[in-house]
Nanobody
Framework: QVQLVESGGGLVQPGGSLRLSCAVSGNIFSIISMGWYRQAPGKQRELVAA???????NYADSVKGRFTISGDNAKNTVWLQMNSLKPEDTAVYYC???????????????WGQGTQVTVSS
């Protein structure tokens, strides 16, 4: 069984910072990729930032220059540093991981439970 455990969400004022973390545990053969999505009320889930291949990254245009994704393969952990937060960044943030599981013959995508980020004065 695979689990993605997120932490770090909360309430912050505009211009503030938050750091989200996501740790993957369980029957993992290897990690293919990891990233963060978000979903605001009434909107579709959208990509925020992700590792696409190795250390290559992809960011939503709306967060470029403000958010930074980083990871530690040894700890199966990925972080999202969010700076200069805006009210429009308010959403539930989800960690996602594409993994080879078991003996490495099956690739699956997993999602975390989500963590709320609210940017408001």
């Amino acid at each position: 069984q695979v689990q993605l455990v997120e932490s770090g969400g909360g309430l912050v004022q505009p211009g503030g910072s938050l750091r989200l973390s996501c740790a993957v545990s369980g029957n993992i053969f290897s990690i293919i990729s990891m990233g963060w999505y978000r979903q605001a009320p009434g909107k579709q889930r959208e990509l925020v930032a992700a590792f696409t291949s190795g250390t290559d990254t992809n960011y939503a245009d709306s967060v470029k220059g403000r958010f930074t994704i980083s990871g530690d393969n040894a700890k199966n952990t990925v972080w999202l540093q969010m700076n200069s937060l805006k009210p429009e960044d308010t959403a539930v943030y989800y960690c996602t991981a594409a993994l080879w599981v078991g003996s490495g013959s099956l690739a699956l995508r997993y999602w975390g439970q989500g963590t709320q980020v609210t940017v408001s004065s």
